[in-house]
């Protein structure tokens, strides 16, 4: 009988400098905890620890998965990440409860995007999109995500937040700021367009994995 396969998207997460983390173990456990409830909302296989600085998830679908990224720099704040982002194929079934177990040249291909992550010192890769359709795109995500680089975490939950369009509960993002001082990051973190530019490369993720459907 074939192998049975499907297109997926493969994301390793790497951190950064973990080894100069104080209290290294209470930090793994407080991330893992935070993992685990970030993976409730949008990810196939949720995201889990790997290694001491890695953890993996895989997604069949585009929608929330950028929002998931800020999501864990903001738990992970002020610790650094980067993250490889592979759109591919999948040759084993899709382990629901851990991302362990899986394999194929999605995973393959996110491992080699993290390898060239630390030689470059960026923190965003992603393949797999045929860019050549949208050659602006590739470009516009890498100069926009270098420019998040210092983001303090009000910010991002701010972007979760617009997001969800969730203007009446700021309290259950974590935000405790007044209205005036929500506005003024939406501004100087030019957050609408980051909504339209992640909105649009989720819409490129979905349209790749549609027009590569393989067998579920």
Known sequence: MAKQTR????????????????????????FARDLADISKWQADSPYTLTLGDEFQAL???????????????????PVR???????????????RQQAIGMDGPAFHTARE???HLK???????????????????????????????NWKPNRMKIL??????????????????SERAINKNIREGLLKDWSRLIEA?????????NGNKGNP
């Not at 173990?25 to 407080?30: D, S």
């Not at 990440?81 to 084993?92: D, H, L, N, P, V």
């Not at 490369?201 to 994995?209: H, N």
């Open 7 to 30: 297109t997926a998207v493969a994301v390793i997460g790497d951190l950064i400098d973990s080894k100069a983390i104080k209290h290294r173990f209470e930090f793994q456990e407080r």
């Open 160 to 177: 979760r937040m617009e997001h969800d369009q969730n203007w009446d509960s700021p309290g259950q993002y974590g935000l405790n700021i």
């Open 113 to 115: 995007g993290i390898e």
């Open 81 to 95: 990440c980067r993250f490889s982002i592979a759109i591919g194929e999948i040759t084993t079934a899709i382990n």
């Open 201 to 209: 490369t989720e819409k490129e993720i979905d349209q790749e994995l």
């Open 59 to 77: 997604y069949t679908h585009g929608k929330g998965l950028f929002y998931d990224l800020f999501h864990i720099r903001e738990c992970l704040y």
């Open 119 to 149: 030689k470059t010192g960026h923190q965003l890769s992603i393949a797999g999109l045929p860019w050549e359709g949208s050659a602006m795109l590739r470009p516009a995500i890498n100069l926009l995500w270098e420019s998040t680089a």
